[in-house]
Nanobody, 126 residues
Framework: QVRLVESGGGLVQPGGSLRLSCAAS????????IAWFRQAPGKGREGVLY????????FYADSVKGRFTISVDNAKNTVYLQMNSLRPEDTAVYYC???????????????????WGQGTQVTVSS
């Protein structure tokens, strides 16, 4: 079955860290672009970070620059989102998504992604 499965969400205090995982099943991340989005209650889906697996292109939302990073473990076919210095405004459901690396639409265009994970809740609160 071809799918993305996220894990690693939870409750963390402000200033803390979490690492989210996005595991690919039934395909590999070669030749795909990977993005993380988030959606807070009552808000639209917001682009967090984007990475192109075959190039050095990485884009970040201004709100997470210097705090969030992405990495790929090809042996495990898993992408990670490392989140540091978390803030209450980072509270949201986080989704990973993929699309062909040939697509040139803005990385923020949610309808350009062909596969989405189920989402994982991140809550930042004291």
């Amino acid at each position: 079955q071809v799918r993305l499965v996220e894990s690693g969400g939870g409750l963390v205090q402000p200033g803390g860290s979490l690492r989210l995982s996005c595991a690919a099943s039934g395909f590999t991340f070669d030749y795909y672009a990977i993005a993380w989005f988030r959606q807070a209650p009552g808000k639209g889906r917001e682009g967090v970070l984007y990475s192109h697996t075959r190039s050095s292109d990485t884009f970040y939302a201004d709100s997470v620059k210097g705090r969030f990073t992405i990495s790929v473990d090809n042996a495990k076919n898993t992408v990670y989102l490392q989140m540091n210095s978390l803030r209450p405004e980072d509270t949201a459901v986080y989704y990973c998504a993929t699309r062909s690396s040939l697509i040139s639409h803005s990385w923020l265009a949610t309808n350009s992604y062909t596969m989405w994970g189920q989402g994982t809740q991140v809550t930042v609160s004291s």
